[in-house]
């Protein structure tokens, strides 16, 4: 089903309320997947009532379907675009894409600014879930090469607990492509009220996890049809890089030295 011909096929019937909500959606679809009803409602100046009316002229049960539906649309636009080239081209094209789109994002002063909060930190920690908590992990283990201790935290109730205890001099990471991950969302919610810092990675600088950060770390892949990609961690990941590689420069530590260290005390771990 192509979404952008059946709101047009649909459009005479439409209320003009309803064909608002139309317009925009036809000028925005790239940009649905992504919105709530409440960034529609402000882009529209509707009600919640006219949206789900609209949607079920469109014979959706409400603005959940109607968005699945965007996204398929444009999911299969792409596959149809790559459509000559080998998987094996996409997948290195797409890991690649993600670093060098992360990169168009970065701005050198956040990542300054957020190698200063690590450092300055009394205690690290690190919150996401799925996806975004598998990242998490792997931040803390590339933070321990230069020394750092950062307990990663992936579990939504034990998140607040400990954010429940922070204090001012303490510093939570969080992990959100879409920036709108209510578990996460909450738990540094709670951080916050505690005056905790807050540095976020995410995809929307306008997302409520963004808004809610002293620092946002901007990554660049949508997820919305493919969550969990090799993409969005890879994106995540360079961000994850780039703090460990600050940190270790601007506090002058002897990386050589660390992980000799380091590897001393697994050495033996091996199997001969």
Not at 119 to 129: D, N, P
Request: proline fraction near 2%; glycine fraction near 4%.
């Amino acid at each position: 089903m192509n979404i952008a011909y059946l709101i047009k096929e649909k459009y005479p019937s439409l209320t003009k309320s309803e064909k608002k909500i139309a317009d925009y959606i036809l000028k925005n679809l790239k940009n649905i997947p992504y919105s709530t009803m409440s960034d529609l409602k402000d882009a529209t100046n509707v009600g919640d009532a006219t949206i789900i009316r609209f949607c079920q002229k469109l014979d959706f049960n409400g603005f959940s379907d109607l968005k699945i539906e965007v996204a398929k649309d444009e999911y299969s636009k792409k596959e149809e675009l790559s459509s000559q080239e080998t998987y094996f081209d996409i997948n290195a094209d797409n890991l690649k894409n993600s670093i060098s789109r992360t990169r168009e994002l970065i701005i050198e002063d956040n990542i300054i600014n957020a190698v200063d909060f690590i450092s300055k930190a009394s205690k690290v920690y690190i919150f996401g879930v799925g996806s975004s908590g598998n990242t998490c992990a792997e931040f803390a283990s590339m933070l321990l090469r230069v020394g750092v201790i950062a307990e990663p935290v992936t579990d939504p109730h034990f998140q607040a607990q400990v954010a429940s205890l922070l204090s001012k001099d303490d510093l939570v990471i969080g992990f959100s492509l879409s920036g709108k991950t209510k578990d996460t969302f909450d738990s540094l919610n709670i951080a916050k009220q505690n005056n905790a810092k807050i540095i976020s990675i995410t995809n929307y600088l306008t997302s409520p996890i963004a808004e809610m950060s002293d620092i946002v770390l901007q990554t660049a892949v949508e997820e919305f049809l493919n969550g969990g990609s090799l993409a969005g961690k890879i994106s995540q990941l360079y961000v994850s890089e780039l703090l460990v590689t600050g940190y270790e420069k601007v506090n002058e530590i002897d990386s050589l030295k660390l992980r000799e260290k380091v590897l001393r005390s697994i050495i033996d771990k091996t199997i001969d």
